[in-house]
């Protein structure tokens, strides 16, 4: 039977009226206890039990269960069991034949007689629940008592209660999705961050950093440079039982490997020449604190043993020191490299990787977070304007779109030196293309964007330049980039951007 021949559910005029009998009265009672009931639930399981509950209460049934799908998905998802001796949270042995029969046609199905499968009931009653004629679920009952024998009323009260069941159901998972999208953007509004984008990739870095900063975890943050990942490390320490005490932030590949022990362990006086006094290193200053290590990947052998036996013991000597002393930080690392495959290869010990990797997070690059460009554009202009002392009102248009269809390999660093750059150049009012860094600009003829006519005219005196130093350079690419006074990459990089295709020599 299908939902639109039930009669509890066609109040509508002309409909067959229901017969007057303490049965029907009886039914009534049960749907609309239901109907009542279901406002005030907020979770599946309580509602699935419900469901079980007002549907053995009319229908003589020795064992019920309720089987809830997802959309694109066969096998059922949720179960719920009912057994008349033994209660709730049972097996039930339900009929596939029956249970695939009610999906795919979206009816009732009432049959007292079920000899196959090696099922022995007498009766066995299934009704679909159904939101806008999709099948999310099916409530089943089965007897096998003497009076358990299932009727065409019983099939009528099932049915009407699948549908309430359902929109009921539909209620539900929408509160629980709305509830579970407020409490990630009550996590994310509590994250103190200094950093700028609404994209799906930096809402996941606001919602890690939410779940990460109030445990003492070790952290990971790989991406590539100019990212941002200095940033996620002092949002986790602010955000962080720590946020009083110090935050260290150490780049391994700018010191040189022999002041870098010193630097982070610090050491005492006369350990080596120089040392005319003791000094105390980052990670002793940082004591309760957190400690940053950028570009970790770049640690030297000796210091990456070292550090593991910090992560290890929680202790350390100072350089020239005999006395071990007792250490309470959080380290946070970061690393534009694959940690990985450099322990594979050797590179990289394997026992310090997975000390570090406890929890880890990935930094989008900014070419893949591209809807944060203008607002990230556009707090820098309004960053610099106060540094250079000139007012700008915003981005041309022209402008936005070359921001847009460059590639950014220098990410939010590049970005945030290319506004810089173009309001220390610019005199109007806008920022235009031609105040922006020629890669940015050329970078993005290859997407058609509209150039002005010095743009068109500059770019043909740079190909005749360009390829007048190659051909004065015999086809070599290093002296002719020696020619025109830039770095051979530079030159490699204004080939592409201009879409030059210079013959080289043969020799």
């Known amino acids: 039977m299908r939902k639109e021949n039930a009669l509890y559910l066609r109040p509508e005029q002309g409909a067959p009226l229901l017969p007057a009998t303490t049965r029907t009265v009886r039914d009534l009672e049960v749907l609309l206890r239901f109907s009542m009931a279901v406002n005030s639930i907020g979770d599946v399981e309580t509602l699935g039990r419900h469901v079980l509950e007002a549907a053995t209460e009319a229908v003589p049934a020795d064992r019920a269960a309720l089987l809830l799908v997802e959309e694109g998905v066969e096998e059922f998802s949720v179960f719920f069991g009912w057994d008349r001796a033994l209660g709730f949270d049972q097996p039930v042995r339900a009929s596939q034949t029956i249970l695939r029969q009610v999906l795919r046609e979206g ?20 009704a679909p629940l159904a939101i806008r004629s999709q099948p999310i679920g099916v409530i089943y009952l089965e007897g096998e008592s003497p009076g358990a024998a299932f009727d065409s009323a019983h099939l009528q009260l099932v049915t009407a209660l699948g549908s309430v069941a359902a929109l009921a159901l539909e209620n539900v998972k929408r509160i ?19 950093m700028v984008g609404e994209s799906k990739a930096m809402r996941d870095v606001y919602q890690f950093i939410a779940r990460v900063a109030g445990t003492e975890s070790t952290v990971l943050i ?12 002092r949002a986790i320490h602010h955000n962080s039982g720590r946020a009083g005490s110090p935050f260290m932030a150490i780049n391994c590949a700018a010191i040189a490997d022999t002041l870098l022990e010193s630097e982070l362990f610090g050491h005492e006086k006369g350990a080596f020449t120089g040392a005319v006094s003791q000094k105390k290193g980052k990670l002793e200053i940082a004591n309760g604190g957190t400690v940053f290590l950028d570009e970790i990947g770049e640690l030297a052998p000796a210091l990456q043993a070292k ?35 450099a322990s594979r290869r050797g590179s990289f010990r394997e026992d310090l990787f997975y000390r570090l990797n406890v929890v880890s997070v990935r930094m989008p690059a900014l070419r893949e977070r591209r809807p944060d460009i203008p607002l990230l554009a556009n707090y820098f202009v309004v960053r610099f304007s106060e540094r250079v002392k000139r007012q700008v009102s915003g981005i041309s248009e022209k402008a936005l779109a070359c921001l847009l269809h460059y590639d950014w390999p220098g990410n939010v660093r590049e970005l945030e030196n290319a506004i810089e750059r173009a309001l220390v150049l610019g005199s109007t009012a806008t920022i235009l293309p031609e105040d922006l860094p020629d890669t940015i600009v050329e970078g993005t003829r290859a997407a058609a964007q509209p150039g002005t006519v010095l743009h068109e005219s500059l770019r043909e005196a740079k190909k005749q330049l360009i390829e007048q130093a190659i051909e004065r350079a015999g086809g070599n690419y290093t002296e002719a980039a020696h020619i025109l006074g830039v770095h051979p990459n530079h030159l490699f990089r204004l080939i592409r951007a201009l879409d030059l295709k210079p013959k080289r020599k043969r020799k």
Do not use: C, Y
């Not at 590539?224 to 940033?231: A, F, H, I, P, V």
């Open 107 to 126: 009816a009732a199905v009432l049959s007292n007689e079920m000899p196959d499968e090696g099922i022995r009931s007498r009766s066995i009653l299934a």
């Open 176 to 194: 629980t999705s709305l509830e579970s999208e407020n409490r990630r953007l009550q996590q994310e509004l509590s994250v103190e961050h200094n």
């Open 222 to 233: 790989w991406g590539e440079s100019g990212t941002g990942k200095e940033l996620v490390a």
């Open 307 to 341: 550090l593991l036996r910090v992560l290890q013991e929680r202790e350390f000597e100072r350089l020239g020191g005999t006395r071990p002393i007792k250490l309470d930080v959080r380290l946070i690392a970061a690393t534009n490299r694959d940690l990985k495959e």
